[in-house]
């Protein structure tokens, strides 16, 4: 067996991180172009959570499990922030 194929994870990871980059240019569009501000929250959502794949992704690619620490706080950052903009588009309706 190959070196290289004994040990498909670094490849998985490799390839998430690639296929990660592509959805986040696709969300960043989405961000910009809008139509809505409702479709500029969600992509925001949205990118928030394409970077913690990459964190985990890249967590696994070099073998640093103390990366995750930093995933974390960026997930109930971003679920603070999304709340947030959510209770302020609510009264913004009224």
Known sequence: MAAGLSDPV???????LL???LA????????????S??????????IAAIVLGIIAAYSVLHAQPMVLDVAGVLALTAFLGTVA???FLEGRQR
Do not use: E, K, T, Y
């Open 19 to 21: 296929l990660l980059g």
């Open 10 to 16: 670094p490849f998985a990871a490799a390839l998430s």
């Open 24 to 35: 986040m240019l696709v969300a960043f569009w989405r961000l910009v172009r809008g139509p």
């Open 85 to 87: 903009i959510a209770r």
């Open 37 to 46: 501000l409702l479709d500029r929250v969600v992509a925001l959502d949205l």
